[in-house]
């Protein structure tokens, strides 16, 4: 294909052969929307095409967008990006003309058009071949063509829903896909990626995919224009560039990241009672969900509004006032239909705010006609959070469950219900939002929006499939991922339960939940799996301060808790589809039990070191291990521990923040390589973070033969916790003597020594693991330590 207009800079004359950075000041051509603004201040060039203009620009160094402007101009952007990208000056990638072709040119990227062949070219900055597009004639046409080298697996446009039985694919896609929000759990994005180092998103609220003969083709986009983007980099570095133009999630509040139990069928009696059990027998929980019980449904705003039947002590607060002095968050369940015959039906019919061409039916709880809203459209956003809302969430109901909106054609319905809520919550509260929500649509993340696995049935292999659900979410950008812990349809064995509270105390989002008068509190499954189960939430809580640092840097580098083991080991086929274990954070990996009765599991540890959390035995990685499992207790949960690994730890509460933490435990496994872990704090409550409210310290190790370093930088932030030690546990290693710069660090014969002395200190000793050195260390002081000993062997 060949340009039959000259070659057009639209924007300066590139001078044959010199770098010239090219302003973009007139990328705006006659009848461009408010579209193209978003291009002002960026680096690009533009071409003519037959019947429009192509341009290309690098808004950032692993960024390539591409947009075909046909004659008709441009379409506004979807809800796939970023409404309000964060401010950030302008990248200003190197721009060079040698005859025919113009580079782009960055250190991350290197995109080339050919213009007499009509190619465009895009490498990583060694060169490397990453897409090449050949048909640009396509575009206008409503057809994006890429090639890319043989045998590059790829990932990404959508996971599976509750009821797909074939998942035999796992994470890969090949051949026709669709991407679409879907329904029951199902997740999806306009977004394919490869661990060959490249991703491509499109602009569009919906596409077809084809994956197929070394060939990415994208169409019905439903849109004139085509507008995508070329990423570079690798998984880690392409979902911080997806995060930076889709947006970034929101943090959730810190008590989200604790135990939830969900239930349908319930009172104010009831659940009282529950929550003293769970007390009395310190098995923690932070929230509640509550299903059709707590509304007054069918009844005027009683979609919005407590049962007082049910619940007499919701409307007036009281049930909100226990509950905080007992730690416990209230969160109800949210639909996207009102009955026709109330105050708020006539006001919708009034208001046209109903799903249009929708005809009343009755709902299943109420048995009352009922519509479903359209939150698509502004209006009806605008009135979700009323008034009636606003008491509710006022007296306790603070946290959102929104099912059921996944019934239309739109894939914006979901996100948009959820946004509505976000909105209205932002302007009436202070208090971070959290929402789960039966799909999901790439863009979605912006709205504190959790995802979980739809209406599960009970069983092992219900059970099993829900790790390929969770990490082909994650693999389109659903960093928040939860399930029906226990199944939602059918009653789980003691076993099959204790088993799933061992797999979700590993997820994002930890909850269990059932059908119509299920009970999932562990005390309901007999002693042997009440046990199972409550060393699992124990050990979740232990683990906090550690989830709570990677659920920040969810929000803000794109990547979080839970991490497909591609994500780290791009280039090794066995875990290129390995859907038996994953990355909890970066320094830990887990392959839960998922067979009734299993004795032994087979489990592939990828390249490094590996130390069993339970025994401490080490394993070199790069190869498949057998363990033993227990199908008596069902106690163990298999867990590794990565080499160079850095771990905090805190005591186990019955809820978070239950008490103020003054030292936090730091298990730290040093390798030869430089290692470090950001441990973050703040308020957990509020936005406060979002403007320089928080700590941030970097801890970081590495070993040097028989010496180890470690190191803790400034605190970052204004936030400043109850922290005030760390309890550093140095493992392999009994050292002989400490110092920091010339200074020595005191030594101490014994724990109870260490523990009353009153500055920082250090004693030798072993554990599971071999030798070890303790450090306790005075928190948000910026030091290295050197420890000098004989390193184990």
Same mark, same amino acid.
């Given at each position: 294909?060949?340009?039959?207009?000259?070659?057009?800079?639209?924007?300066?004359?590139?001078?044959?052969?010199?770098?010239?950075?090219?302003?973009?000041?007139?990328?705006?051509?006659?009848?461009?929307?408010?579209?193209?603004?978003?291009?002002?201040?960026?680096?690009?060039?533009?071409?003519?095409?037959?019947?429009?203009?192509?341009?290309?620009?690098?808004?950032?160094?692993?960024?390539?967008?591409?947009?075909?402007?046909?004659?008709?101009?441009?379409?506004?952007?979807?809800?796939?990006?970023?409404?309000?990208?964060?401010?950030?000056?302008?990248?200003?990638?190197?721009?060079?003309?040698?005859?025919?072709?113009?580079?782009?040119?960055?250190?991350?990227?290197?995109?080339?058009?050919?213009?007499?062949?009509?190619?465009?070219?895009?490498?990583?900055?060694?060169?490397?071949?990453?897409?090449?597009?050949?048909?640009?004639?396509?575009?206008?046409?409503?057809?994006?063509?890429?090639?890319?080298?043989?045998?590059?697996?790829?990932?990404?446009?959508?996971?599976?829903?509750?009821?797909?039985?074939?998942?035999?694919?796992?994470?890969?896609?090949?051949?026709?896909?669709?991407?679409?929000?879907?329904?029951?759990?199902?997740?999806?994005?306009?977004?394919?990626?490869?661990?060959?180092?490249?991703?491509?998103?499109?602009?569009?609220?919906?596409?077809?995919?084809?994956?197929?003969?070394?060939?990415?083709?994208?169409?019905?986009?439903?849109?004139?224009?085509?507008?995508?983007?070329?990423?570079?980099?690798?998984?880690?570095?392409?979902?911080?560039?997806?995060?930076?133009?889709?947006?970034?999630?929101?943090?959730?509040?810190?008590?989200?990241?604790?135990?939830?139990?969900?239930?349908?069928?319930?009172?104010?009696?009831?659940?009282?009672?529950?929550?003293?059990?769970?007390?009395?027998?310190?098995?923690?929980?932070?929230?509640?969900?509550?299903?059709?019980?707590?509304?007054?449904?069918?009844?005027?705003?009683?979609?919005?509004?407590?049962?007082?039947?049910?619940?007499?002590?919701?409307?007036?607060?009281?049930?909100?006032?226990?509950?905080?002095?007992?730690?416990?968050?209230?969160?109800?369940?949210?639909?996207?239909?009102?009955?026709?015959?109330?105050?708020?039906?006539?006001?919708?019919?009034?208001?046209?705010?109903?799903?249009?061409? +929708?005809?009343?039916?009755?709902?299943?709880? #109420?048995?009352?006609?009922?519509?479903?809203?359209?939150?698509?459209?502004?209006?009806?956003?605008?009135?979700?959070?009323?008034?009636?809302?606003?008491?509710?969430?006022?007296?306790?109901?603070?946290?959102?469950?929104?099912?059921?909106?996944?019934?239309?054609?739109?894939?914006?319905?979901?996100?948009?219900?959820?946004?509505?809520?976000?909105?209205?919550?932002?302007?009436?509260?202070?208090?971070?939002?959290?929402?789960?929500?039966?799909?999901?649509?790439?863009?979605?993340?912006?709205?504190?929006?959790?995802?979980?696995?739809?209406?599960?049935?009970?069983?092992?292999?219900?059970?099993?499939?829900?790790?390929?659900?969770?990490?082909?979410?994650?693999?389109?950008?659903?960093?928040?991922?939860?399930?029906?812990?226990?199944?939602?349809?059918?009653?789980?064995?003691?076993?099959?339960?204790?088993?799933?509270? +061992?797999?979700?105390?590993?997820?994002?989002?930890?909850?269990?939940?059932?059908?119509?008068?299920?009970?999932?509190?562990?005390?309901?499954?007999?002693?042997?799996?009440?046990?199972?189960?409550?060393?699992?939430?124990?050990?979740?809580?232990?683990?906090?301060?550690?989830?709570?640092?990677?659920?920040?840097?969810?929000?803000?580098?794109?990547?979080?808790?839970?991490?497909?083991?591609?994500?780290?080991?791009?280039?090794?086929?066995?875990?290129?589809?390995?859907?038996?274990?994953?990355?909890?954070?970066?320094?830990?990996?887990?392959?839960?039990?998922?067979?009734?009765?299993?004795?032994?599991?087979?489990?592939?540890?990828?390249?490094?070191?590996?130390?069993?959390?339970?025994?401490?035995?080490?394993?070199?990685?790069?190869?498949?291990?057998?363990?033993?499992?227990?199908?008596?207790?069902?106690?163990?949960?298999?867990?590794?521990?990565?080499?160079?690994?850095?771990?905090?730890?805190?005591?186990?509460?019955?809820?978070?923040?239950?008490?103020?933490?003054?030292?936090?435990?730091?298990?730290?496994?040093?390798?030869?390589?430089? #290692?470090?872990?950001?441990?973050?704090?703040?308020?957990? +409550?509020?936005?406060?973070?979002?403007?320089?409210?928080?700590?941030?310290?970097?801890?970081?190790?590495?070993?040097?033969?028989?010496?180890?370093?470690?190191?803790?930088?400034?605190?970052?932030?204004?936030?400043?916790?109850?922290?005030?030690?760390?309890?550093?546990?140095?493992?392999?290693?009994?050292?002989?003597?400490?110092?920091?710069?010339?200074?020595?660090?005191?030594?101490?014969?014994?724990?109870?020594?260490?523990?009353?002395?009153?500055?920082?200190?250090?004693?030798?000793?072993?554990?599971?693991?071999?030798?070890?050195?303790?450090?306790?260390?005075?928190?948000?002081?910026?030091?290295?330590?050197?420890?000098?000993?004989?390193?184990?062997?």
């Amino acid at each position: 294909m060949t340009t039959s207009k000259p070659l057009a800079f639209a924007l300066a004359a590139l001078l044959g052969g010199g770098l010239n950075a090219v302003s973009a000041a007139a990328f705006a051509t006659p009848g461009a929307t408010a579209a193209q603004a978003r291009h002002d201040g960026r680096v690009g060039v533009q071409f003519a095409l037959d019947s429009g203009t192509l341009t290309l620009q690098m808004p950032a160094p692993g960024v390539l967008h591409v947009h075909y402007l046909p004659e008709s101009g441009a379409t506004p952007t979807s809800l796939v990006m970023d409404p309000h990208p964060t401010d950030a000056s302008p990248f200003q990638p190197q721009v060079q003309r040698t005859g025919d072709t113009v580079t782009l040119r960055s250190d991350r990227l290197v995109a080339i058009w050919h213009r007499a062949s009509g190619t465009l070219e895009v490498s990583d900055a060694h060169g490397h071949p990453l897409l090449r597009q050949t048909g640009l004639a396509a575009l206008a046409q409503g057809r994006i063509v890429l090639d890319h080298a043989a045998g590059e697996p790829l990932y990404g446009i959508g996971g599976y829903d509750a009821f797909d039985k074939d998942t035999r694919a796992g994470l890969l896609r090949t051949g026709a896909q669709v991407a679409k929000a879907g329904e029951q759990g199902h997740p999806g994005a306009p977004f394919v990626w490869s661990t060959s180092g490249y991703g491509v998103l499109v602009d569009c609220d919906g596409a077809d995919f084809d994956l197929a003969q070394r060939r990415i083709t994208v169409d019905k986009f439903a849109r004139p224009d085509a507008d995508y983007y070329i990423l570079a980099g690798t998984p880690t570095e392409l979902f911080g560039e997806l995060a930076d133009l889709s947006g970034h999630a929101q943090m959730f509040p810190k008590w989200a990241n604790g135990f939830i139990n969900s239930q349908w069928g319930i009172d104010e009696k009831e659940f009282r009672g529950i929550v003293a059990t769970y007390r009395a027998k310190h098995i923690p929980l932070d929230a509640f969900t509550f299903d059709f019980d707590w509304k007054d449904w069918g009844k005027d705003w009683g979609e919005y509004r407590w049962n007082a039947k049910k619940f007499p002590d919701g409307p007036t607060g009281k049930l909100k006032a226990d509950m905080d002095a007992l730690g416990v968050h209230m969160t109800g369940i949210m639909k996207p239909r009102v009955h026709v015959d109330t105050v708020e039906g006539r006001y919708a019919t009034a208001h046209d705010l109903w799903l249009p061409g +929708e005809k009343a039916s009755p709902d299943y709880f #109420s048995h009352l006609p009922v519509k479903d809203i359209d939150f698509d459209k502004p209006a009806a956003r605008a009135w979700w959070f009323n008034p009636h809302l606003q008491h509710s969430f006022d007296t306790g109901i603070v946290g959102f469950w929104n099912d059921e909106a996944d019934t239309t054609k739109s894939n914006t319905q979901f996100l948009n219900m959820q946004r509505a809520t976000y909105d209205g919550q932002r302007a009436h509260s202070k208090l971070r939002v959290w929402s789960i929500n039966r799909d999901f649509w790439l863009g979605a993340q912006r709205y504190a929006y959790g995802l979980w696995s739809g209406d599960i049935p009970t069983g092992f292999a219900s059970m099993a499939g829900q790790r390929q659900r969770m990490l082909s979410a994650i693999d389109v950008g659903e960093m928040q991922w939860g399930m029906d812990g226990g199944g939602f349809h059918g009653h789980p064995s003691d076993e099959n339960y204790a088993r799933w509270i +061992e797999f979700g105390a590993f997820t994002p989002i930890f909850r269990v939940h059932g059908e119509f008068n299920e009970k999932r509190q562990p005390w309901r499954y007999g002693a042997v799996a009440e046990a199972a189960a409550t060393q699992a939430i124990r050990l979740r809580y232990a683990l906090l301060p550690y989830i709570y640092s990677y659920q920040h840097r969810a929000s803000v580098q794109g990547v979080g808790l839970v991490q497909p083991l591609a994500f780290a080991w791009p280039h090794d086929a066995n875990a290129r589809n390995d859907v038996d274990a994953w990355l909890f954070g970066d320094w830990m990996l887990v392959s839960p039990v998922v067979k009734q009765g299993q004795t032994t599991k087979r489990i592939y540890l990828p390249a490094g070191s590996w130390t069993d959390w339970a025994t401490g035995k080490v394993y070199p990685g790069g190869k498949t291990i057998t363990v033993a499992t227990d199908a008596k207790s069902w106690r163990d949960i298999p867990l590794f521990i990565r080499a160079g690994a850095i771990i905090p730890t805190q005591p186990v509460m019955d809820y978070v923040d239950e008490h103020p933490v003054a030292t936090v435990a730091v298990d730290v496994f040093p390798a030869a390589a430089a #290692s470090h872990f950001d441990y973050y704090d703040d308020d957990g +409550e509020t936005y406060a973070y979002q403007h320089g409210d928080y700590y941030l310290q970097r801890l970081a190790t590495q070993r040097s033969g028989d010496t180890v370093s470690f190191s803790a930088a400034a605190p970052q932030g204004s936030y400043r916790p109850a922290l005030r030690h760390w309890l550093v546990r140095v493992h392999g290693i009994a050292a002989a003597s400490i110092t920091v710069g010339q200074a020595t660090l005191q030594h101490y014969a014994t724990s109870a020594e260490l523990a009353a002395a009153g500055g920082e200190g250090w004693i030798t000793g072993s554990d599971r693991y071999g030798p070890l050195t303790v450090l306790k260390l005075d928190a948000g002081a910026p030091r290295t330590l050197t420890l000098h000993g004989v390193a184990a062997h």
